[in-house]
Every structure is written in C-alpha cells, then in structure tokens.
Nanobody, 125 residues
Framework: QVQLVESGGGLVQPGGSLRLSCAAS????????MGWFRQHPGKEREFVAT????????FYADAVKGRFTISRDNAKNTVYLQMNNLRPEDTAVYYC??????????????????WGQGIQVTVSS
C-alpha cells in the first residue's frame, strides 16, 4: 500500500529552520509528482509547494516563496521541505502528498493525491 511518512517536524523559534522529510513507498515514486501541504487549526488544507516527477520544476505558495525549498531524491524515494526564516504563521500540520496519476503533481482536489499522516510544525518563542 501507499505510504508517505513525514519526519523532522517539531518546535522552532521564529527565524529558525527545519527540514521535513517524507519517505515514500508502495508506488512509483520516480514518476510521481510530490508536494507539501499544510493545515492551520480550523482551516482548510492549503498548498505549500510541489515538485514535478523529474525534479526540474518546483512551485510555491506566495506565503512561503523565498523561504521554503522543496527537493527530492529519487534514489531514496524521499521528498524534502527545507523551511527557513520560519514565522509563527507557519505553525501548522504539514502533509506530504503524492500524485495519484503518474507524471502529474498533486493538488488539494478530491481524489488527486495520496496523503501522509501529517506532522506538526510549531513556530513560537
């Protein structure tokens, strides 16, 4: 079965950095676009970043552009989210996602993505 397991979350001070990892298994990672999404308490899940199956193109939400970097290592079936200059408003549960369809990138659209269990990121002093 498809498994997406996030790690690397936790508590960090404003201005600090974290790197999230997502270990993938149970599907063809190397031909699947990947992404990170997050959900603030009481709000809908929102797009953070995606990366194409080749790793050649990445896309970011305006709120994180310039601070976050998504990358992938196909040899390790792992996708990363490097988060720098973190802000309190970055506090959320972060979810790793994989496209259901080969060569596509995942989206919030219903049925479009496989999801990890989520991992808490808290930015607070």
């Amino acid at each position: 079965q498809v498994q997406l397991v996030e790690s690397g979350g936790g508590l960090v001070q404003p201005g600090g950095s974290l790197r999230l990892s997502c270990a993938a298994s149970g599907f063809a990672f190397s031909t699947s676009g990947m992404g990170w999404f997050r959900q603030h308490p009481g709000k809908e899940r929102e797009f953070v970043a995606t990366i194409t199956w080749t790793g050649a193109n990445s896309f970011y939400a305006d709120a994180v552009k310039g601070r976050f970097t998504i990358s992938r290592d196909n040899a390790k079936n792992t996708v990363y989210l490097q988060m720098n200059n973190l802000r309190p408003e970055d506090t959320a549960v972060y979810y790793c996602a994989a496209s259901v369809r080969p060569y596509y990138t995942p989206s919030i659209k219903q049925g479009d993505a496989y999801w990890g269990q989520g991992i808490q990121v808290t930015v607070s002093s």
